[in-house]
């Protein structure tokens, strides 16, 4: 899928809601101040980072893929770093930013556990990692086999299993989440969304957050 067919998703009505819901989520878990520092790996094509940029966050979009750093870089605003690079070897110093945030982008990484390693490595304070949950409806619909459409190739998790990558690293307050127990995003969906606490671990992402010592 090109970069813009994959943002324009996000203008979709369901394409609006999930990435609203997720980044609701998000942000609330990152528990983010005007003027903090924070870095997005795994940007894609943006979409998130934009509205970390517009929180008031000095934000830095990490990601390996050119066209989706071009259509980012594109898209703006001129405020927003865009920065070429690999999650499992970040070209940051130790504890470099307040926040980290990854979306959903880890599932694409052969050597998550590395990944996060590095996320915990340059986080100053919080981060929150996203994963697409194997424990879900939207893995029924999208995950069998090698996937389909932008979540081929994906590798899905239960959430038992997330805990493990954070073996023997410093960090602290390790908490778990999830969002869009019903993908269809219909009004069922909506305000079922509404109802379920998101510590319930069945959503189609399931986010581990926490602090470094």
Excluded at 65 to 72: E, H, S, T
Excluded at 80 to 89: E, K, N, Q, T, Y
Excluded at 117 to 140: C, D, K, P, T
Aim: aromatic share 10%; hydrophobic share 45%; net charge neutral.
């Amino acid at each position: 899928m090109d970069a813009a067919t994959y943002d324009a998703w996000y203008a979709t009505p369901r394409g609006r809601w999930i990435g609203t819901v997720e980044f609701r989520l998000l942000s609330g878990l990152l528990q983010a101040r005007s003027g903090d520092t924070l870095l997005d790996v795994g940007c894609g094509t943006g979409w998130f980072t934009r509205r970390f940029a517009e929180q008031g966050l000095c934000v830095i979009g990490l990601d390996p893929n050119p066209d989706g750093l071009a259509f980012a870089h594109a898209k703006g605003p001129p405020a927003i770093r865009w920065v070429a690079g690999d999650a499992r070897s970040l070209p940051f110093s130790d504890r470099s930013f307040d926040r980290v945030v990854s979306v959903a982008a880890l599932c694409f990484v052969d050597g998550e556990r590395q990944a996060v390693a590095e996320i915990v490595r340059v986080a100053r304070q919080r981060f929150a990692i996203g994963w697409l949950n194997r424990a879900s409806l939207l893995y029924a619909q999208k995950g069998q086999g090698v996937g389909s459409g932008a979540y081929h190739g994906a590798h899905w998790h239960r959430p038992d299993e997330l805990l493990d990558f954070f073996s023997g690293l410093p960090v602290c307050r390790l908490a778990m989440h999830s969002a869009i127990f019903l993908p269809a995003g219909n009004r069922v969906a909506r305000t079922m969304e509404r109802l379920l606490p998101h510590t319930l671990p069945w959503g189609g992402m399931v986010v581990i957050s926490g602090e470094t010592e």
